[in-house]
């Protein structure tokens, strides 16, 4: 390189006065190369950036000049390295805390608002993949979240029901044991729901499936629960609840013969060599899903509907839901694995606002005449979709209410007055995501229009746990629909 010093010098002078200032306001700074110096095949440069052309654009900016002049010289530019990466730039404190945690992150100071960060051995496919960019957006001071946009409306209640008469008094859980309507299984926040749990809560759905999903006009769909992991990423579920979830690893090889010593020292030892078994697994590749909509956004992803085929109306009945609870696992009504309907609908803002309400109308109203249950909807701030912390998408729209969480009276558990945890039980939530995934799935409308989508959940094991707490399990005392529907009560054999 040092042969063509003066060509460099030239080059890098240009670069200054008309690359670097491309797209710059008149009368704004542009970035510039404020330094260089060529050591043996390396040419290294200290570059300055600004807000209009920042110095992780400039230096690709740089490259590709430098590329097209040296051309008929026969040098190429191998690939780009950013020793030291100085950023000062106006942050949320609580974010530039956070940031620390990117590895390549070496150094953060906060003074006045401002943060200092330090980042070292950036490699150009670390440019290419916009990590800087995303930190800098990350660290916005501005940054809309849920709670931000919406702190002032989380937990007011916006609807109830009439206040009920209570039947059952004791302890749920040890009551369904006793009885033999469940039986507790190794896994946790596992159960078996044995013959007569299992005929109330097939009761309950049917009712549900019968008098709101079908009379609303939604269609049965079966999706996957095995959720490959990058679904996930593409659905922010990672970045947002990364703890919520369960992870699934694949085996990492087939062949028999590589299992073998995992399985003569099980066979021998009588023990699990968990350590062997892992060198056996790949890295996670699924999630079992906790949502249930997700593979709905994938079906749909990187197409174009026509307008006159949306809004598009599905319900989902198809096995368990799958989560790690944030608040710990408790008796039948908190769980790692439960049943759920799913509902989850794709369409024009306007129609899927509308869908949401009708659907709150709806399941209210079968509520309170078939199952006569007392509840009430308060508007939450932790959307399954977004966590109250995780950062907004400045493309994405977020409704003005994105989640009603319906809550049912746990009477065993306290008064309706007590702030204790799960004496209102959330077995549902009617939620509108605004764009959020049809943003991230890339989903579009021939007539150009935005898209959103919404969902709505019923907890049903939950919900059979406010029955038999609101209700009782004497069946004479149960509501009329329901009686209908079990019929007569079936056993199953207790061991002695």
Request: proline share 5%; with cysteine.
């Amino acid at each position: 390189m040092e042969p063509l010093r003066d060509k460099v010098s030239s080059i890098i002078e240009k670069v200054n006065d008309e690359t670097l200032r491309r797209g710059v306001p008149a009368g704004a700074t542009g970035a510039r190369v404020s330094a260089w110096s060529i050591k043996g095949s390396v040419l290294e440069v200290k570059i300055e950036g600004t807000r209009f052309v920042t110095a992780h654009d400039a230096i690709k900016r740089l490259k590709n000049f430098l590329t097209e002049k040296l051309k008929e010289n026969k040098i190429g530019i191998r690939r780009i390295f950013v020793q030291r990466y100085k950023l000062e730039i106006e942050a949320a404190e609580e974010r530039a805390e956070m940031i620390k945690k990117y590895p390549l992150v070496k150094e953060v100071e906060m003074l006045d608002g401002k943060a200092r960060i330090i980042l070292r051995d950036v490699d150009e496919s670390v440019l290419d993949r916009g990590d800087v960019q995303r930190l800098i957006r990350f660290l916005a001071p501005e940054t809309r979240t849920i709670r931000k946009e919406f702190s002032r409306k989380v937990g007011v209640v916006i609807r109830k029901s009439k206040e009920r008469t209570m039947k059952f008094k004791g302890d749920l859980t040890e009551t369904v044991l006793e009885l033999g309507w469940v039986e507790r299984f190794p896994g946790r926040g596992q159960w078996y729901y044995l013959p007569p749990f299992a005929t109330l809560q097939t009761a309950l759905k049917d009712i549900m499936v019968e008098k709101v999903s079908r009379q609303l006009g939604f269609v049965e769909i079966l999706l996957p629960k095995l959720i490959p992991i990058e679904v996930a990423f593409t659905a922010k579920k990672i970045q947002g609840e990364p703890g919520g979830m369960f992870y699934v690893s694949a085996p990492r090889v087939r062949e028999k013969e590589e299992y073998a010593p995992f399985q003569v020292k099980a066979e021998i030892t009588g023990e699990l060599p968990m350590d062997e078994l892992e060198d056996l697994l790949e890295q996670p590749g699924y999630i079992l899903d906790p949502a249930q909509c997700t593979p709905f956004y994938q079906l749909y992803r990187n197409k174009t509907l026509r307008e006159s085929d949306l809004p598009i109306s599905v319900y989902e009945y198809g096995g368990p839901t799958y989560r790690h609870e944030a608040g710990g696992v408790k008796g039948i009504e908190r769980l790692s694995e439960f049943w759920r309907i799913e509902h989850v609908w794709l369409g024009k803002p306007k129609v899927v606002e509308e869908i949401r309400d009708k659907a709150m109308n709806r399941a209210t109203e079968v509520i309170d005449k078939y199952l006569e249950l007392e509840w009430r909807i308060q508007f939450a701030g932790d959307t399954f979709y977004l966590a109250e912390d995780q950062k907004i998408d400045e493309s994405v729209e977020i409704p003005e209410a994105p989640k009603y969480e319906w809550q049912f009276y746990m009477p065993t558990k306290g008064t309706r007055e007590s702030e204790e945890k799960d004496v209102w039980l959330a077995c549902g939530s009617f939620n509108s995501h605004g764009s959020h995934y049809t943003e991230h799935f890339n989903i579009k409308c021939t007539s150009g229009e935005k898209l959103w989508t919404g969902c709505f959940g019923i907890g049903l094991t939950r919900l059979v746990a406010v029955f038999l707490d609101q209700h009782g399990f004497d069946v004479e005392d149960w509501p009329e629909e329901v009686k209908k529907r079990v019929g007569k009560m079936p056993k199953i054999p207790k061991p002695v």
